[in-house]
C-alpha cells in the first residue's frame, strides 16, 4: 500500500510540476578593464555592480536583467526604444536632464543594442554623465547603466564602451 501510494504521489507531482517550465537565468560574462572593480550598493535590483579605482576618476556602472517572459506578463511590446527610455524614466525628471545622444538600436555581436547618452546636472549630486545600453538575447533583456561626472566622460566613455562590448552570452 505505501508503494502505491508513493507511486501515486510520484505521478501527481510530477503531473503538477510538469505543465509548465520556468527557465532561470542565463549564464553571461562582463568584462571590466584594469582600474575597475566590482562593488555593493549602486542600485538594489542589480546583479552585477562596478566602479572604477584610482588612477581613474571615479565612475560606476551596473548590471540588471528581465526575463522576457515577465515583461510580457506587464504586457510589455519589448520596443527596445520604448524599453530604454521607460529605463531611464526616473533620470528625466531630474535638474538638467538632456539628452546628448536620443535612444537609437544597432544590432552587433548577434543581439538588438539600443543605446542612449544623457546628462542630469543638479546642485545635490552635480553634473552627470550617463551611458545607457540595453541588449536583448532571446530570452533576456540586459541593462547596463554607467555614470560619472560629466567632466570625465571624454576619459570614461571608451572603458565604457569596452565594458558593454565585453557582454557576452555563453
Not at 527557465?23 to 538594489?44: C, H, M, V, W
Not at 520596443?79 to 552587433?108: A, C
Request: some cysteine.
Amino acid at each position: 500500500m505505501k508503494n502505491l501510494l508513493f507511486i501515486c504521489t510520484l505521478l501527481f507531482c510530477s503531473t503538477l510540476f510538469a505543465q509548465q517550465k520556468i527557465y532561470g537565468a542565463e549564464s553571461f560574462t562582463l568584462t571590466i578593464p584594469k582600474g575597475f572593480q566590482r562593488t555593493i550598493g549602486l542600485n538594489d535590483y542589480a546583479t552585477i555592480q562596478f566602479e572604477s579605482v584610482t588612477p581613474k576618476p571615479n565612475s560606476y556602472g551596473f548590471l540588471i536583467f528581465e526575463h522576457k517572459d515577465e515583461l510580457k506578463l506587464t504586457d510589455s511590446n519589448l520596443d527596445m526604444i520604448d524599453y530604454t527610455l521607460n529605463s531611464i524614466e526616473p533620470y528625466t525628471t531630474q535638474n538638467g536632464f538632456n539628452y546628448l545622444k536620443k535612444p537609437y538600436v544597432s544590432y552587433e555581436q548577434g543581439f538588438n543594442y539600443a543605446y542612449a547618452e544623457f546628462e542630469t546636472n543638479d546642485s545635490e549630486s552635480g553634473h552627470i554623465y550617463f551611458l545607457q545600453t540595453v541588449v536583448e538575447t532571446k530570452n533576456f533583456v540586459y541593462q547596463i547603466l554607467q555614470y560619472c561626472s560629466f567632466e570625465n566622460q571624454e576619459i570614461m566613455k571608451s572603458d565604457f564602451v569596452k565594458i558593454v562590448n565585453s557582454f557576452k552570452v555563453e
